[in-house]
């Protein structure tokens, strides 16, 4: 079974920083896209930013130039750097990651998601 833990979460000043991590683990065969969204209160859940097997990178305009999506295959880990936190950043972040396990009899491909994280900006 696929589990996506997240970490890094927490209380941050307006203008610092915070790296969020999400792990992902179980009987993995191959993880392609994977992204991280966030959800405000009272708001949809948006993309933040997203990242291939390749590297190639996506970032909602928002965030463009402040965060910044990494991954590391070998650790089957993607992470959010967070720079120059402002309030309007406060939110539940989730991971999500399109992988490919073993259910038993085949190896489906499958969206999943993590738990979530709270991140809050105070001013």
């Known amino acids: 079974q696929v589990q996506l833990v997240e970490s890094g979460g927490g209380l941050v000043q307006a203008g610092g920083s915070r790296r969020l991590s999400c792990a992902a683990s179980g009987s993995i065969y191959s993880i392609d896209a994977m992204a991280w969204y966030r959800q405000a209160p009272g708001k949809q859940r948006e993309l933040v930013a997203s990242i291939t097997s390749g590297g190639s990178t996506h970032y909602a305009d928002s965030v463009k130039g402040r965060f910044t999506i990494s991954r590391d295959n070998a650790k089957n880990t993607v992470y959010l750097q967070m720079n120059t936190l402002k309030p309007e950043d406060t939110a539940v972040y989730y991971c999500?990651?399109?992988?490919?396990?073993?259910?038993?009899?085949?190896?489906?491909?499958?969206?999943?998601w993590g738990q979530g994280t709270q991140v809050t900006v105070s001013s």
């Open positions: 999500n990651a399109n992988i490919t396990s073993w259910d038993g009899s085949s190896w489906p491909s499958s969206s999943y």
